[in-house]
C-alpha cells in the first residue's frame, strides 16, 4: 500500500465490493482479469476501479490486468480481512437469527465468536454452532477472543445500553440494525444499516423516475 496515503471512505466501500467479485471470480477458475471487465462486474467505470487500486500501490500488467489471487491478498490486506476477525451479535431475535445464520460473514473474513440475549428463552440454545450467552458472560468473550467488531440487532430502545456494554467490554467498532442513533466515544466507529431509510431512498427515486425526471445516483 502506497504510505502516507489514506483511503477514502467511498473507495473502501467500493474496494470491499471489488473483493467480493474477486472471491467469485477465484472460484471459477479465473487467473486474470481487466480492470474492464472487473469495473463492469462491480458496477463502476474502469477509470474509478484504477484510482481505487492506485491506493493499494502500483500493480497489473498493461494489456493483460490483473492477477485475481495477487489483487484479493492486496485488498484483503488493505482491508484488514486477510485474517478471520471475530466479532459478536447481540440480539437474536429475526434479524439476528437471520445475520447469525448467515454463512457469507466466515466466506468474507468474519467469525462469529458469540452470540448474545437478555432473553432466558433464547440463551443456552445453539445457532449455528453458536451458543447464545447472557449479557453478563460479554466482557470475558470479548477479551478471550480479542473481539474489536460489535454487530447490534436489538430493539431501538435497547441499542444505546447494549452499545454501551459493547463499548466497556473493549469493543471500538460497532455495526447497528437499530433504528437508533448511537452516541459512542471519539475512539469508537460504528456503521448504521437502517433497511427502512434505504427502502426510503429507493422510493424517492421511483418517485422521480415516474415523474420522468433524471435520477442521478
Do not use: W
Request: glycine share 12%.
Amino acid at each position: 500500500m502506497s504510505e502516507g496515503r489514506a483511503i477514502p471512505e467511498a473507495t473502501v466501500a467500493r474496494l470491499a465490493v471489488y473483493l467480493r467479485v474477486l472471491g467469485g471470480l477465484a472460484g471459477s477458475g479465473l487467473g486474470t482479469i481487466s480492470s474492464e471487465a472487473l469495473a463492469s462486474a462491480a458496477g463502476v467505470n474502469s477509470a474509478k476501479l484504477r484510482k481505487d487500486l492506485s491506493y493499494l500501490g502500483s500493480f497489473g500488467t498493461r494489456g493483460v490486468g490483473y492477477e485475481v489471487e495477487v489483487l484479493q491478498e492486496r485488498i484483503s490486506t488493505a482491508l484488514g480481512v486477510s485474517e478471520h476477525r471475530a466479532v459478536v451479535l447481540v440480539g437474536v431475535g429475526n434479524l439476528g437469527l437471520a445475520l447469525a445464520g448467515y454463512g457469507g460473514f466466515r466466506n468474507r473474513g468474519f467469525d462469529i465468536a458469540g452470540l448474545f440475549d437478555s432473553d432466558a428463552r433464547r440463551i443456552g440454545q445453539r445457532i449455528a454452532e453458536v451458543l447464545v450467552r447472557p449479557m453478563s458472560d460479554l466482557p470475558a468473550v470479548v477479551r478471550r477472543e480479542s473481539v474489536s467488531i460489535g454487530v447490534i440487532a436489538t430493539p431501538a430502545e435497547a441499542a444505546q445500553a447494549v452499545c454501551d456494554q459493547l463499548v466497556a467490554a473493549g469493543v471500538t467498532s460497532v455495526l447497528n440494525f437499530a433504528p437508533a442513533v448511537l452516541v459512542v466515544p471519539e475512539n469508537v466507529d460504528v456503521r448504521k444499516v437502517d433497511l427502512a431509510v434505504e427502502l426510503q431512498i429507493l422510493s424517492f427515486h421511483e418517485q422521480r423516475k415516474s415523474a420522468g425526471l433524471k435520477v442521478v445516483l
